[in-house]
């Protein structure tokens, strides 16, 4: 997706994967602010990340929580453009309603951001009871009315969990939690979509998975790196949609 963007516009810049462990993490970043090298942070490192770096912009420092992040006068900056792209490939979804949120991790706090923005109750889901209290009341703290998951109805439902990554992962709700729900989004995305999207569409749910923000979130990477660059989002759409199929 980006390296399609940066041969369009014709820039001087790669963009490459890089595997690591929690103990690598600190040392990369050490590297990237040495040399100037803009990226991103997938899971399960964006909270970690945001406590290495030394610059955040005002939402990445309030969500402790960063996806982003490019030099600046010899620092790195993180910034969360994951909220954005959220809030878009909801909009999409035409999402109303409570959301249930499956997850507490980085991108669990991006949906505690886009909920604040919405206006919009969050119920918290995760497989510790214990931790979706404590990211409620994190929520809370943020402006979010939040709770962890109490068995209200709901119309949105958000996997903000790994799950799904691998073909016989577990859904990330139970099947009777989706009684009434409207709209589902995954964040995950792979090749042929998710088993949860294909099995919520079967429901006669609107359902998603995390391609739209995906592209959207990069998007607002691309022009975070190359300041004064407009992204070119069909042409990164077409190469998501070349990579993972329609």
Sequence with gaps: MH???????????????????????????????????AGNVTVPHKITVAQLLIRLTPLAKELGAVNTFWADGGRLTGDNTDVGGLLEALTLLDAKGAWLVAGTGGSARAVAAAARERYTTLLVRSREPARAAEFAAWARQIGVDAVAD??????TAINATPLGLKPNDPWPFPEERL???????????????????????????????GRAMLVAQGAYALERFFPGVVAPREVMAAAVRRALGE
Aim: contains cysteine; proline residues 4%.
């Design 179 to 209: 009684t009434g729900c409207r709209t589902a989004l995954d964040l995950v995305y792979r090749p042929g979509g998710t088993a949860w999207v294909r099995a919520c569409r079967s429901r006669g749910m609107r359902a998603a998975d």
């Design 150 to 155: 109490d068995g209200h109805p709901v119309r």
């Design 3 to 37: 390296n399609a963007a940066i041969t369009a516009l014709g820039l001087d810049a790669v963009y490459i994967p890089i595997q690591a462990d929690g103990v690598a993490v600190a040392h990369i970043i050490k590297g990237c602010e040495a040399v100037g090298i």
